[in-house]
């Protein structure tokens, strides 16, 4: 093994390798392209639990995705959320009696996320 350069002459690795990364490409696709390395690893190893084979490490999983090309699409983080005090409750005129005789006689708005000035 030594000898080889590191490579080992035994064919069932490649195979092995080929076995998860049609897999990997399914659960890419399925995860609209989102899942990253180690959540990919948790997927492919209890797929792998399932078929009755040796679960893999996520180094395996990244050299795979990367050798692809596969890059998990990363989303923008929504802000800090801080709890705080409502500033004015309105009161509740309504009680939840919606039925009206007119148009425009009650309207009602819920504005829970406003955002001004700078954070």
């Given amino acids: ?14 195979e092995f390798n080929e076995l998860i990364l049609a897999q990997i490409k399914i659960e890419f696709e399925q ?3 989102t899942r990253g390395t ?7 190893n209890v797929w792998l639990e399932r078929q009755g084979l040796p679960k893999v ?14 890059v998990s699409v990363i989303r923008k983080k929504r802000p800090g959320y801080h709890k ?3 500033d004015y409750i309105a009161e509740n005129t309504l ?4 039925e009206r005789k007119g148009i425009n006689e009650v309207w009602a ?11």
């Fill in 84 to 86: 705080t005090q409502a």
């Fill in 109 to 119: 708005t819920d504005s829970t996320f406003v955002t001004y000035g700078k954070h």
């Fill in 57 to 70: 490490n996520h180094k395996r999983i990244y050299r795979l995705m990367r050798q692809s090309g596969m």
């Fill in 31 to 33: 995860s609209n392209r």
């Fill in 38 to 44: 180690h959540s990919m690893t948790t997927a492919i």
């Fill in 1 to 14: 093994y030594w000898c080889s350069g590191g490579r080992a002459t035994n064919p069932a690795p490649a």
């Fill in 95 to 98: 009680n939840g009696d919606f």
